[in-house]
């Protein structure tokens, strides 16, 4: 099933926004991730994540980390990411399956209820709180950051993706047509 990037209604919210462009943005990454050969989505860079694939990995781990804290409920990770990366595209489905259900999240929560705070446990140890939207725009954010290493990993090969900046993203899609 593909995943809607266009405004949901006459007056979308700043975080339905959000959570399309993340989407959006994952897509763009993953299509310029098909035409890499295969060997270069999980060399070794310099990189805190070490691969491409890798670093994908990682902002699919921690976006479903989030995913269970928002829900009230467990993961079962006990680091950032695992100690290996599924086929691209494994994870491609994974993370559009998960595109998917921050979207839906995003468009059912009111204000109070994107102003409730949760309590969690950090995976490296320690308590958490954040609000739902501050979790929201921590998982936006925290893409945006990973998708950018991915794209100077890529540029090494060399690579180059389509513009996957937030003005692209309010230009080609949220405010066209």
Same mark, same amino acid.
């Given at each position: 099933?593909?995943?809607? *990037?266009?405004?949901?209604? /006459?007056?979308?919210?700043?975080?339905?926004?959000?959570? $399309?462009?993340?989407? %959006?943005a994952n897509n763009i =990454?993953?299509?310029?991730?098909?035409?890499?050969?295969?060997?270069?989505?999980?060399?070794?860079?310099?990189?805190?994540?070490? @691969?491409?694939?890798?670093?994908?990995?990682?902002?699919?781990?921690? /976006?479903?980390?989030?995913?269970?804290?928002?829900?009230?409920?467990?993961?079962?990770? =006990?680091?950032?990411?695992?100690?290996? =990366?599924?086929?691209?595209?494994?994870? $491609?489905?994974?993370?559009?399956?998960?595109? $998917? %259900?921050?979207?839906?999240?995003?468009?059912?929560? /009111?204000?109070?209820?994107?102003? !409730?705070?949760? !309590?969690?446990?950090?995976?490296?140890?320690?308590?958490?709180?954040?609000? $739902? &939207?501050?979790?929201?725009? #921590?998982?936006?954010? #925290?893409?945006?950051? #990973?998708?950018?290493?991915? @794209? =100077?990993? &890529?540029?090494?090969?060399?690579? *180059?993706?389509?513009?996957?900046?937030?003005?692209?993203?309010?230009?080609?899609? %949220?405010?066209?047509?």
């Amino acid at each position: 099933m593909a995943i809607e *990037f266009g405004k949901p209604n /006459d007056n979308p919210s700043m975080l339905q926004m959000f959570t $399309r462009y993340k989407a %959006w943005a994952n897509n763009i =990454s993953f299509e310029a991730m098909s035409e890499i050969p295969p060997a270069e989505l999980v060399k070794l860079h310099k990189a805190t994540f070490g @691969s491409i694939i890798h670093t994908m990995n990682h902002t699919y781990v921690v /976006d479903d980390i989030f995913k269970a804290h928002l829900e009230g409920g467990k993961h079962t990770y =006990s680091a950032r990411n695992t100690e290996t =990366s599924p086929p691209l595209n494994d994870l $491609r489905q994974m993370c559009e399956e998960m595109d $998917r %259900w921050y979207i839906a999240q995003a468009d059912q929560f /009111d204000d109070r209820q994107l102003a !409730e705070i949760i !309590e969690f446990e950090f995976v490296g140890g320690g308590k958490g709180t954040m609000s $739902r &939207m501050e979790i929201f725009l #921590h998982i936006v954010n #925290h893409g945006t950051y #990973h998708r950018g290493m991915i @794209s =100077s990993m &890529m540029q090494q090969i060399p690579v *180059f993706t389509a513009a996957n900046d937030l003005p692209v993203f309010l230009r080609d899609v %949220w405010h066209a047509g």
